[in-house]
Nanobody
Framework: QVQLVESGGGLVQAGGSLRLSCAASGRTFSSYAMGWFRQAPGKERELVAR???????YYGDPVKGRFTISRDNAKNTVYLLMNRLHPEDTAFYYC???????????WGQGTQVTVSS
């Protein structure tokens, strides 16, 4: 069992930056693929970014070039650095983990990100 706890959400003006963190429990963190999803009111949940156990990354089209996912296996933590935020990035952001990039089985409680125009 893996428990995920997100932090770092909040209110920011358009064009600003935020860094989300996700702390994971368990001694097998380094073997897991990690990811971030988001869901805005009235919209479906969408993949924001993911990172494999060996560091390969993938980004959803809306965030390419603006967001960066990274991981620190020594700290059991995955990060999402969000730059040049748009009001459309407003959503609840969830951290996920799984045995591979295509299978995310653990989910955090989420953290709210609100971007004002």
């Amino acid at each position: 069992q893996v428990q995920l706890v997100e932090s770092g959400g909040g209110l920011v003006q358009a064009g600003g930056s935020l860094r989300l963190s996700c702390a994971a429990s368990g001694r097998t963190f380094s073997s897991y693929a990690m990811g971030w999803f988001r869901q805005a009111p009235g919209k479906e949940r969408e993949l924001v970014a993911r990172i494999s156990s060996v560091g390969f990354t993938y980004y959803g089209d809306p965030v390419k070039g603006r967001f960066t996912i990274s991981r620190d296996n020594a700290k059991n933590t995955v990060y999402l650095l969000m730059n040049r935020l748009h009001p459309e990035d407003t959503a609840f952001y969830y951290c996920t983990a799984g045995p591979n990039s295509g299978t995310m089985v653990y989910w955090g409680q989420g953290t709210q990100v609100t971007v004002s125009s």
